[in-house]
């Protein structure tokens, strides 16, 4: 099993940027999907990004398509979200996530979980 620690959150107001990390113990990182999924008060938890174990391939919602990017270091066991123009609606707690799968935006895919950390965006 692996753990997950997310870091990064915070408020911005909107239009600007956050960097979110999520750092993982445990001896499967390097071979597994990474994502990230957010959740907004009210609504269900809503897939934003995944990248394969080699970092070659990547996939986004449409949403935040040109404004984020997922990236991962096998070295630090560490994967990040660059967020960039954020919107209020990006407002959530942001949870990254670990599969043994191939890419995929449907929560059942992943494993395990972080415990999430919250960014706000205010207008």
Do not use: H
Not at 16 to 36: D, E, H, I, K, V
């Amino acid at each position: 099993q692996v753990q997950l620690v997310e870091s990064g959150g915070g408020l911005v107001q909107a239009g600007g940027s956050l960097r979110l990390s999520c750092a993982a113990s445990g001896r499967t990182f390097r071979t597994n999907t990474m994502g990230w999924f957010r959740q907004a008060p009210g609504k269900e938890r809503e897939f934003v990004a995944a990248i394969t174990w080699s970092g070659g391939s990547t996939y986004y919602v449409g949403s935040v398509k040109g404004r984020f990017t997922i990236s991962r270091d096998n070295a630090k066991n560490t994967v990040y979200l660059q967020m960039n123009s954020l919107k209020p609606e990006d407002t959530a707690v942001y949870y990254c996530a670990q599969s043994g799968r191939v890419l995929s935006s449907n929560p059942i895919a992943y494993d395990d979980w972080g415990q999430g950390t919250q960014v706000t965006v205010s207008s």
